[in-house]
């Protein structure tokens, strides 16, 4: 090894973040080594689970692959910088300088980069639940101008950073080494990104729980009169579009479910419709979508809180985070593929597909099959004609 322990603790405290002490880089490397694999296996599992089954490529989950890849890539780049580290090549020994400088810039491209993703996925949900038709049919037609933006934007911000400031070595991989470049030029930004997306789902979770209130008024009002069935039933296919996907996208076609055991039996004689009113109960899979959507920007918000923290305080006291700390916020920001395989993957179809495929049971209900309605209807049309007798047709049909 070129340098010994004494010249690396005083390259050390230069750069706040890295440890002073070899026994603890060996730790913290250790530990980022084995956290950056469980990302690893997380982003690994959303790209296989996507190239298997068709359930979880919709125009979505092509969105979540894309930061299942650049996840991926990410805890492959500091398993990487970990191993060198852990093989007695600290990063910062001059052999090494022109690795770390390309570990430090493929940090800064997808560590930013899955800030864009994420941001990406909450807009174009927004959009399309949201029912803004123009631009929601937009963004699926130009699915390449998408996938473009995230790369571009961070690729062009790791070049700047290359130039403008430079990376080296802040422990268990490079990255730039002054906090307060961090602090302004990646945490920032991300908070601002979690406030938007936050936002966002915020509204899409208010406008499910509108539509959901809108329907309850709509089952207990739509059958006090046979005249006045027809228009509410409109009224209510068009509330269902407004919360669902364009065409673009597997749709749930309604947000309510009717009991499986309802059975409805109509007569249609002149253009009216009299029946018994169907039991409509507020779906259980309603009330989960629009709790997963406000998760997602409080589980990043938790992941980021402990990183931003540290870089707050060391860019004001100018003194270096104890060593428990320092590790838990550098983990913090490795664990971000595991945290995208939980958010995108267990609480979405991934998990559901994976259970069918290993369960002899018949396959289980996913997010979007769940929200659509089964309920078994036995329809009698009379017809009556001047030169024909009365006949009945009969007519059961599952919605």
Known sequence: MAYSEADHNVVARAVLSAPSKLHEIHKLNAVIAAVSALSILGAAWIILSFCLFKQVRTFRHQLILGLAISDFLMALNFLSSCAVNLSGHILSEPPQKQFCSFNGFMTQVFVIQTDYWVLMIAICTFLILANHKRLGGWVQDHRIILWSLPWGFSVLWAI?????????????????????????????????IIIIILALYARLYRIIYKAHSRFMSF????????????????????????????????????????SKEETMDIEQTGGTISGPRPRTQPSPVLKKMAYQMMSYPLIYMLIWTIPTSIRIYQSVTSKPAPFGIATVDKACIVIQGFADAVIYGVNETSISAWREKFSRAPPSTTLAQSLQVNVRREITVTTRSVREPVETYSLESRG
């Open 219 to 258: 089952n207990e009002s739509t059958y006090n009169s046979n005249s006045a069935a027809h228009p509410p039933i409109r009224s209510l296919e068009a509330e269902v579009d407004s919360v669902t996907s364009s065409h673009h996208i597997n749709p749930p076609s309604t947000l309510f479910h009717e």
């Open 160 to 192: 700047l950073g290359l130039f403008l400031a430079g990376y080296g070595d802040i422990g268990a991989w490079c990255w730039f080494t002054s906090d307060k470049v961090r602090l302004l030029v990646n945490f920032l930004p991300r908070w601002l």
